[in-house]
T-cell receptor, first 110, second 112 residues
């Protein structure tokens, strides 16, 4: 079974731009979560989707949004990028609750 | 706040020896999952071992085993016969409301 995949793996943007990250969960998994990892804050929960519905949301500004499609693939969008948004963004999937992580997307904001 | 605490920011162990990483957590729930994840320099987060809180038996995966003390809210990871490939950041984590709460991590060095 293929693991969780994330695209792109690396991304460089400038302040004020917006970005969309994509996550394909393990086949059959309906739960998808997103996490932000930075050296200072560690791993922080962004949001979680189950069967196209957002079940849980972390303490991030409205610039961070996400969605899940009927095939369980998920996207997260960050608008009006700030320097502090530079991080590794990890996606995770699971059957009922997430457990397995993708390789991450490294976002650098200049 | 319901948190996960890893009190050892860094640890070192000699190759082939055994090492134990500590983790304590806080929760008011009776049913939850506990995890240990490994994050090597590649940054891929790898699930090492999972424990369901309602199961008293400690989980084991090859050289990795846990000591789960529910009353004490303790969940330590024991790595036996340490190998160079075990060098990584190890995160203890707990499920809560369909999300995972992570500790700050323990960086494990393997000494040849």
């Amino acid at each position: 079974k293929a693991g969780v995949t994330q695209t792109p793996r690396y991304l460089i943007k400038t302040r004020g731009q917006q970005v969309t990250l994509s996550c394909s969960p393990i086949s059959g998994h309906r739960s998808v979560s997103w996490y932000q990892q930075t050296p200072g804050q560690g791993l922080q929960f962004l949001f979680e989707y189950f069967s196209e519905t957002q079940r849980n949301k972390g303490n991030f500004p409205g610039r961070f949004s996400g969605r899940q499609f009927s095939n369980s693939r998920s996207e997260m969008n960050v608008s009006t990028l700030e320097l502090g948004d530079s991080a590794l963004y990890l996606c995770a999937s699971g059957l009922e609750r997430v457990e397995f992580f993708g390789p991450g997307t490294r976002l650098t904001v200049l | 706040a319901q948190t996960v605490t890893q009190s050892q920011p860094e640890m070192s162990v000699q190759e082939a020896e055994t090492v134990t990483l500590s983790c304590t957590y806080d929760t008011s729930e009776s049913d939850y999952y506990l995890f240990w994840y490994k994050q090597p320099p590649s940054r891929q987060m790898i699930l090492v071992i999972r424990q369901e809180a309602y199961k008293q038996q400690n989980a084991t995966e090859n050289r990795f085993s846990v000591n789960f003390q529910k009353a004490a809210k303790s969940f330590s990871l024991k790595i036996s016969d340490s190998q160079l490939g075990d060098a990584a950041m190890y995160f203890c984590a707990r499920s809560r409301d369909d999300k995972i709460i992570f500790g700050k991590g323990t960086r494990l060095h393997i000494l040849p």
